[in-house]
């Protein structure tokens, strides 16, 4: 299985983000996986962000939920991440991943239990 992120890799502060996650080699349907939104700013550990699940139930980080929706495309195996009233410390690296279980809080840092990565985009939040 193979994630592949894209989007822009510029915006401007106040604008909503949209980046989408390609999936080739298997199915955001029928694998029961829990396609994930990881990002990481600058001198900063990683940050989960939200999932969507393979039955497409969403959840997302209390921190980031009103301004966060996670959808998918399942005729074009891609989901997407939408993240709006953008800051300039949103600046990070969005990576793309999937994992088999519903992580803990505990969890969703912990890098070994994702099964799949993408290589990541940079995103910079910038007048």
């Known amino acids: 299985v193979r994630l592949q992120e894209s989007g822009p890799g510029l915006v401007k502060p106040s604008q909503t983000l949209s980046l989408t996650c390609t999936v080739s080699?298997?199915?955001?349907?029928?694998?029961?996986?829990?396609w994930s939104w990881i990002r990481q700013p600058p001198g900063k550990g990683l940050e989960w962000i939200g999932y969507?699940?393979?039955?497409?139930?969403?959840y997302y980080s209390p921190s980031l939920r009103s301004r966060t929706s996670i959808s998918r495309d399942t005729a074009k195996n891609q989901f997407t991440l939408q993240l709006n009233s953008l800051k300039p410390e949103d600046t990070a690296v969005y990576y793309c991943a999937a994992t088999p279980d519903p992580l803990t809080i505990d969890q969703r840092m912990d890098v070994a239990r994702y099964d799949y990565w993408g290589h990541g985009t940079q995103v910079t939040v910038s007048s």
């Open positions: 080699g298997g199915s955001i349907t029928t694998d029961y996986y829990y």
């Open positions: 969507i699940s393979y039955s497409s139930d969403t």
